[in-house]
Protein backbone atom coordinates (compact mmCIF):
# COMPACT_ATOMS: atom_id res chain seq x y z
CA UNK A 1 0.00 0.00 0.00
CA UNK A 2 1.32 3.44 -0.66
CA UNK A 3 -0.42 4.77 2.24
CA UNK A 4 2.72 2.88 4.51
CA UNK A 5 5.69 2.24 2.21
CA UNK A 6 7.93 3.70 4.97
CA UNK A 7 7.11 0.62 6.61
CA UNK A 8 8.94 -2.71 6.00
CA UNK A 9 7.17 -5.00 7.99
CA UNK A 10 4.64 -3.57 10.54
CA UNK A 11 3.27 -5.61 13.17
CA UNK A 12 1.76 -5.64 16.87
CA UNK A 13 0.01 -7.62 19.45
CA UNK A 14 -3.60 -6.97 20.39
CA UNK A 15 -6.74 -8.50 21.47
CA UNK A 16 -9.25 -10.41 19.39
CA UNK A 17 -12.26 -11.57 19.39
CA UNK A 18 -14.79 -13.50 16.87
CA UNK A 19 -18.12 -13.34 18.69
CA UNK A 20 -19.55 -11.22 21.70
CA UNK A 21 -19.55 -14.63 23.45
CA UNK A 22 -15.98 -15.50 23.05
CA UNK A 23 -12.82 -14.86 25.21
CA UNK A 24 -10.40 -11.94 23.54
CA UNK A 25 -7.41 -13.72 22.73
CA UNK A 26 -3.93 -12.23 22.29
CA UNK A 27 -2.95 -12.10 18.62
CA UNK A 28 -0.39 -11.07 16.44
CA UNK A 29 -1.98 -8.08 13.96
CA UNK A 30 0.32 -7.72 10.65
CA UNK A 31 -0.62 -5.15 7.64
CA UNK A 32 -0.03 -6.44 4.11
CA UNK A 33 -0.78 -4.83 0.52
CA UNK A 34 -4.34 -5.28 0.89
CA UNK A 35 -5.51 -7.17 3.98
CA UNK A 36 -4.97 -6.69 7.98
CA UNK A 37 -3.72 -10.49 9.28
CA UNK A 38 -4.51 -11.40 12.64
CA UNK A 39 -2.88 -14.69 13.65
CA UNK A 40 -2.09 -16.53 16.70
CA UNK A 41 1.19 -16.57 18.77
CA UNK A 42 2.45 -19.82 16.86
CA UNK A 43 2.17 -17.51 13.75
CA UNK A 44 -1.34 -19.21 12.55
CA UNK A 45 -3.75 -16.86 10.80
CA UNK A 46 -6.79 -16.81 12.35
CA UNK A 47 -8.59 -14.01 10.05
CA UNK A 48 -8.28 -11.55 7.28
CA UNK A 49 -9.72 -8.14 7.40
CA UNK A 50 -9.82 -6.21 3.91
CA UNK A 51 -7.64 -2.74 4.30
CA UNK A 52 -10.53 -0.97 2.76
CA UNK A 53 -13.39 -2.21 5.02
CA UNK A 54 -11.63 -1.76 8.40
CA UNK A 55 -14.33 0.24 10.95
CA UNK A 56 -12.92 2.00 13.95
CA UNK A 57 -15.61 1.29 16.75
CA UNK A 58 -14.41 4.30 19.25
CA UNK A 59 -12.78 7.41 17.20
CA UNK A 60 -10.62 9.24 19.57
CA UNK A 61 -10.67 7.27 22.87
CA UNK A 62 -8.23 4.46 23.53
CA UNK A 63 -7.56 1.87 23.34
CA UNK A 64 -8.00 1.74 19.52
CA UNK A 65 -10.82 -1.00 18.48
CA UNK A 66 -11.69 -2.30 15.28
CA UNK A 67 -13.78 -3.90 13.51
CA UNK A 68 -14.44 -5.47 9.90
CA UNK A 69 -17.23 -3.35 8.24
CA UNK A 70 -20.15 -4.37 8.75
CA UNK A 71 -19.67 -7.03 11.46
CA UNK A 72 -19.24 -5.09 15.09
CA UNK A 73 -19.23 -8.39 16.58
CA UNK A 74 -15.73 -9.40 15.65
CA UNK A 75 -13.46 -6.63 17.45
CA UNK A 76 -9.52 -6.15 17.72
CA UNK A 77 -8.37 -3.67 20.12
CA UNK A 78 -4.75 -2.25 19.98
CA UNK A 79 -3.13 -1.05 23.40
CA UNK A 80 -1.71 1.96 23.76
CA UNK A 81 1.66 0.84 23.28
CA UNK A 82 1.08 0.00 20.11
CA UNK A 83 0.77 3.83 18.58
CA UNK A 84 2.88 2.71 15.69
CA UNK A 85 -0.09 0.28 14.59
CA UNK A 86 -2.72 2.69 15.16
CA UNK A 87 -1.42 5.34 13.62
CA UNK A 88 -0.96 3.25 10.24
CA UNK A 89 -4.21 2.08 10.30
CA UNK A 90 -5.95 5.61 10.68
CA UNK A 91 -3.38 6.92 7.75
CA UNK A 92 -4.40 3.90 5.93
CA UNK A 93 -8.20 4.46 6.51
CA UNK A 94 -7.90 8.11 5.78
CA UNK A 95 -5.82 7.63 2.37
CA UNK A 96 -9.03 4.65 1.36
CA UNK A 97 -11.47 7.03 2.38
CA UNK A 98 -10.25 10.25 0.29
CA UNK A 99 -9.86 7.24 -2.79
CA UNK A 100 -13.53 6.62 -2.49
CA UNK A 101 -16.52 7.63 -4.94
CA UNK A 102 -18.35 10.13 -3.60
CA UNK A 103 -21.84 9.81 -4.76
CA UNK A 104 -23.49 12.21 -3.29
CA UNK A 105 -20.24 14.32 -4.80
CA UNK A 106 -21.00 13.06 -8.17
CA UNK A 107 -24.65 13.80 -7.92
CA UNK A 108 -24.16 17.74 -7.10
CA UNK A 109 -21.37 17.59 -10.11
CA UNK A 110 -23.64 16.11 -12.24
CA UNK A 111 -27.14 18.17 -11.37
CA UNK A 112 -24.79 21.28 -11.60
CA UNK A 113 -23.59 20.21 -15.22
CA UNK A 114 -27.03 19.60 -15.92
CA UNK A 115 -28.39 22.73 -14.46
CA UNK A 116 -25.17 25.01 -16.12
CA UNK A 117 -26.13 23.56 -19.66
CA UNK A 118 -30.01 24.25 -19.63
CA UNK A 119 -29.23 27.64 -18.52
CA UNK A 120 -26.45 28.15 -21.64
CA UNK A 121 -29.25 26.23 -23.29
CA UNK A 122 -31.95 28.91 -22.18
CA UNK A 123 -29.49 32.03 -22.46
CA UNK A 124 -27.90 31.44 -25.87
CA UNK A 125 -29.51 28.53 -28.00
CA UNK A 126 -33.40 28.71 -27.29
CA UNK A 127 -33.94 32.19 -28.36
CA UNK A 128 -32.20 31.94 -32.07
CA UNK A 129 -34.04 27.81 -32.02
CA UNK A 130 -37.10 29.49 -30.91
CA UNK A 131 -37.20 32.59 -33.58
CA UNK A 132 -35.74 30.18 -36.50
CA UNK A 133 -38.66 27.78 -35.99
CA UNK A 134 -41.60 30.63 -35.38
CA UNK A 135 -40.07 32.01 -38.38
CA UNK A 136 -40.60 28.96 -40.45
CA UNK A 137 -44.14 28.49 -39.25
CA UNK A 138 -46.25 31.68 -39.66
CA UNK A 139 -47.93 31.43 -42.74
CA UNK A 140 -47.70 33.59 -45.64
CA UNK A 141 -51.33 35.59 -44.96
CA UNK A 142 -50.15 36.07 -41.61
CA UNK A 143 -47.24 37.31 -42.77
CA UNK A 144 -48.50 39.44 -45.53
CA UNK A 145 -50.77 40.91 -41.86
CA UNK A 146 -47.94 42.11 -40.01
CA UNK A 147 -46.47 43.54 -42.85
CA UNK A 148 -49.96 45.64 -43.45
CA UNK A 149 -49.95 46.54 -40.11
CA UNK A 150 -46.46 47.60 -39.92
CA UNK A 151 -47.63 50.16 -42.92
CA UNK A 152 -50.03 51.34 -40.99
CA UNK A 153 -48.00 52.19 -37.93
CA UNK A 154 -45.50 53.89 -40.19
CA UNK A 155 -48.41 55.82 -41.76
CA UNK A 156 -49.63 57.74 -38.84
CA UNK A 157 -46.08 59.25 -39.32
CA UNK A 158 -45.49 59.36 -42.90
CA UNK A 159 -49.07 60.29 -44.32
CA UNK A 160 -51.41 57.47 -46.37
CA UNK A 161 -49.51 56.12 -49.06
CA UNK A 162 -49.78 57.35 -52.61
CA UNK A 163 -51.92 56.38 -54.79
CA UNK A 164 -53.78 57.25 -58.05
CA UNK A 165 -56.04 55.29 -60.50
CA UNK A 166 -53.40 56.05 -63.64
CA UNK A 167 -50.48 54.82 -61.77
CA UNK A 168 -51.42 52.44 -59.19
CA UNK A 169 -51.87 49.92 -62.10
CA UNK A 170 -47.74 51.10 -63.15
CA UNK A 171 -46.76 50.46 -59.89
CA UNK A 172 -47.88 46.98 -59.82
CA UNK A 173 -46.44 46.61 -63.28
CA UNK A 174 -42.72 47.69 -61.71
CA UNK A 175 -43.35 44.81 -59.32
CA UNK A 176 -44.26 42.52 -61.91
CA UNK A 177 -40.73 44.16 -63.21
CA UNK A 178 -38.95 42.89 -60.51
CA UNK A 179 -40.35 40.21 -59.40
CA UNK A 180 -42.03 41.83 -56.19
CA UNK A 181 -44.82 41.08 -54.55
CA UNK A 182 -46.20 44.28 -53.32
CA UNK A 183 -44.81 48.42 -53.81
CA UNK A 184 -46.12 51.23 -51.63
CA UNK A 185 -45.08 54.45 -52.13
CA UNK A 186 -44.69 56.99 -49.08
CA UNK A 187 -44.73 60.94 -49.45
CA UNK A 188 -42.27 60.85 -46.32
CA UNK A 189 -41.37 59.26 -43.16
CA UNK A 190 -38.69 56.72 -44.58
CA UNK A 191 -35.37 57.89 -46.22
CA UNK A 192 -35.29 55.74 -49.11
CA UNK A 193 -36.91 51.97 -48.74
CA UNK A 194 -37.62 49.00 -46.37
CA UNK A 195 -38.27 45.52 -46.81
CA UNK A 196 -41.85 44.02 -44.51
CA UNK A 197 -42.83 40.90 -43.49
CA UNK A 198 -45.52 39.47 -46.29
CA UNK A 199 -43.19 40.87 -49.13
CA UNK A 200 -43.91 44.45 -48.88
CA UNK A 201 -41.91 46.57 -50.00
CA UNK A 202 -42.19 50.86 -49.60
CA UNK A 203 -40.23 53.41 -51.24
CA UNK A 204 -39.92 56.82 -50.35
CA UNK A 205 -41.63 59.18 -53.51
CA UNK A 206 -37.72 60.75 -54.46
CA UNK A 207 -36.58 57.37 -55.55
CA UNK A 208 -39.62 57.90 -58.66
CA UNK A 209 -39.94 61.63 -58.42
CA UNK A 210 -36.31 62.58 -58.59
CA UNK A 211 -35.14 60.03 -60.99
CA UNK A 212 -35.19 59.68 -64.66
CA UNK A 213 -34.53 56.39 -65.09
CA UNK A 214 -36.80 53.71 -63.43
CA UNK A 215 -34.18 51.25 -63.30
CA UNK A 216 -32.91 53.52 -60.08
CA UNK A 217 -35.69 52.38 -58.29
CA UNK A 218 -35.86 48.70 -59.71
CA UNK A 219 -32.29 48.28 -58.25
CA UNK A 220 -33.19 49.65 -55.17
CA UNK A 221 -36.56 47.06 -54.80
CA UNK A 222 -33.43 44.22 -55.57
CA UNK A 223 -31.42 45.89 -52.98
CA UNK A 224 -34.40 45.26 -50.64
CA UNK A 225 -35.14 41.54 -51.97
CA UNK A 226 -31.66 40.96 -51.48
CA UNK A 227 -31.64 42.36 -47.50
CA UNK A 228 -35.06 40.17 -47.27
CA UNK A 229 -32.80 36.98 -48.20
CA UNK A 230 -30.17 37.69 -45.69
CA UNK A 231 -32.35 38.47 -42.69
CA UNK A 232 -36.38 37.49 -42.73
CA UNK A 233 -38.14 40.98 -42.02
CA UNK A 234 -40.28 39.18 -39.94
CA UNK A 235 -37.58 37.55 -37.79
CA UNK A 236 -35.79 41.49 -37.79
CA UNK A 237 -39.27 42.50 -36.55
CA UNK A 238 -39.23 39.34 -33.79
CA UNK A 239 -35.45 39.85 -33.16
CA UNK A 240 -36.52 43.75 -31.62
CA UNK A 241 -39.19 42.56 -29.03
CA UNK A 242 -37.07 39.78 -27.84
CA UNK A 243 -37.91 36.55 -26.61
CA UNK A 244 -40.81 37.17 -25.23
CA UNK A 245 -42.56 38.36 -28.61
CA UNK A 246 -41.12 35.86 -30.49
CA UNK A 247 -43.02 33.19 -27.79
CA UNK A 248 -45.99 35.49 -28.05
CA UNK A 249 -46.09 35.42 -31.86
CA UNK A 250 -45.32 31.23 -31.96
CA UNK A 251 -48.35 30.90 -29.32
CA UNK A 252 -51.30 33.48 -30.43
CA UNK A 253 -50.10 34.30 -33.95
CA UNK A 254 -49.93 38.04 -32.78
CA UNK A 255 -47.34 41.35 -32.50
CA UNK A 256 -48.09 43.85 -29.80
CA UNK A 257 -48.63 46.87 -30.93
CA UNK A 258 -46.02 48.50 -28.82
CA UNK A 259 -43.80 46.30 -30.18
CA UNK A 260 -44.61 47.38 -33.68
CA UNK A 261 -44.23 51.01 -32.87
CA UNK A 262 -40.74 50.25 -31.10
CA UNK A 263 -39.95 48.56 -34.11
CA UNK A 264 -40.71 51.19 -36.52
CA UNK A 265 -39.27 53.86 -34.68
CA UNK A 266 -36.02 52.35 -34.58
CA UNK A 267 -36.05 50.43 -38.44
CA UNK A 268 -37.06 53.77 -39.46
CA UNK A 269 -33.92 55.66 -38.29
CA UNK A 270 -31.06 52.98 -38.84
CA UNK A 271 -29.19 52.52 -42.10
CA UNK A 272 -30.40 50.16 -44.59
CA UNK A 273 -27.94 47.56 -44.43
CA UNK A 274 -24.94 46.84 -47.32
CA UNK A 275 -25.42 44.34 -50.36
CA UNK A 276 -22.56 42.61 -52.28
CA UNK A 277 -21.88 43.60 -55.85
CA UNK A 278 -22.22 40.09 -56.34
CA UNK A 279 -25.36 39.56 -55.52
CA UNK A 280 -26.52 42.98 -56.68
CA UNK A 281 -24.63 42.13 -60.25
CA UNK A 282 -26.77 38.70 -60.30
CA UNK A 283 -30.25 40.38 -58.89
CA UNK A 284 -29.67 42.74 -62.11
CA UNK A 285 -29.12 40.15 -64.95
CA UNK A 286 -32.03 37.54 -63.28
CA UNK A 287 -34.09 40.98 -64.30
CA UNK A 288 -32.39 42.41 -67.25
CA UNK A 289 -32.20 45.09 -65.97
CA UNK A 290 -28.61 48.00 -66.28
CA UNK A 291 -26.97 48.33 -63.03
CA UNK A 292 -25.17 51.42 -63.95
CA UNK A 293 -27.97 54.04 -63.41
CA UNK A 294 -28.80 52.47 -59.59
CA UNK A 295 -25.00 52.50 -59.17
CA UNK A 296 -24.78 56.60 -60.05
CA UNK A 297 -27.94 57.30 -58.05
CA UNK A 298 -25.97 55.57 -55.31
CA UNK A 299 -22.99 57.34 -55.83
CA UNK A 300 -22.61 60.07 -57.76
CA UNK A 301 -18.78 59.80 -58.44
CA UNK A 302 -18.93 56.20 -59.08
CA UNK A 303 -16.09 55.77 -57.02
CA UNK A 304 -17.83 52.94 -53.99
CA UNK A 305 -19.95 51.59 -56.72
CA UNK A 306 -17.41 50.83 -59.60
CA UNK A 307 -18.09 47.25 -59.32
CA UNK A 308 -21.52 47.75 -60.67
CA UNK A 309 -20.52 50.08 -63.14
CA UNK A 310 -17.81 47.74 -64.69
CA UNK A 311 -19.65 44.52 -64.38
CA UNK A 312 -23.12 45.48 -65.66
CA UNK A 313 -24.56 42.62 -66.83
CA UNK A 314 -26.92 44.50 -69.58
CA UNK A 315 -23.89 46.67 -70.44
CA UNK A 316 -23.66 46.67 -74.36
CA UNK A 317 -26.75 44.84 -75.15
CA UNK A 318 -30.19 45.98 -76.07
CA UNK A 319 -32.88 45.64 -73.05
CA UNK A 320 -36.18 46.00 -72.09
CA UNK A 321 -36.99 49.15 -70.53
CA UNK A 322 -38.00 48.94 -67.23
CA UNK A 323 -40.99 50.94 -68.04
CA UNK A 324 -41.50 53.05 -70.81
CA UNK A 325 -41.42 56.96 -70.61
CA UNK A 326 -44.97 57.10 -70.63
CA UNK A 327 -45.61 54.91 -67.62
CA UNK A 328 -42.67 56.56 -65.92
CA UNK A 329 -43.83 59.81 -66.07
CA UNK A 330 -46.84 58.89 -64.79
CA UNK A 331 -45.81 56.84 -61.91
CA UNK A 332 -44.28 59.97 -60.79
CA UNK A 333 -47.20 62.15 -60.14
CA UNK A 334 -48.46 58.88 -58.10
CA UNK A 335 -47.90 61.48 -55.34
CA UNK A 336 -49.47 64.44 -56.86
CA UNK A 337 -46.38 65.30 -58.51
Given at each position: ?????????????????????????????????A???????????????????????????????????????????????E????????????????????????????????????V????F???????????????????????????????R????????????????????????????????????????????????R????????????????????????????????????????????????????????????Q?????R????????????????????????????????????I??D?????????????????????????
Amino acid sequence: MTALTQYDRLEATGLWRPTPEDQRREVIVSVGDATLTISDLNDRPLAHWSLAAVERMNPGQEPAIYHPDGDPSETLELPLEEADMVAAIERLRQAIDRARPRPGRLRLVMITGMVATLVLLLVFWLPGAMLNHTVRVVPDIQRKAIGQALLGRIERVSGQACASADSTPILQTLAERTNAHRLEVLSNGISQSLYLPGGLIILNRALIEDHEDPAVAAGVILAEQARADLRDPLAELLSYGGPLATFRMLTTGQVSQAMMDHYVEQVLKAPRPAVTDQDMLARFAQSAIPSTPYAYATDVTGETVLGLIEADPMSGRIVEPVLSDRDWVLLQNICGG
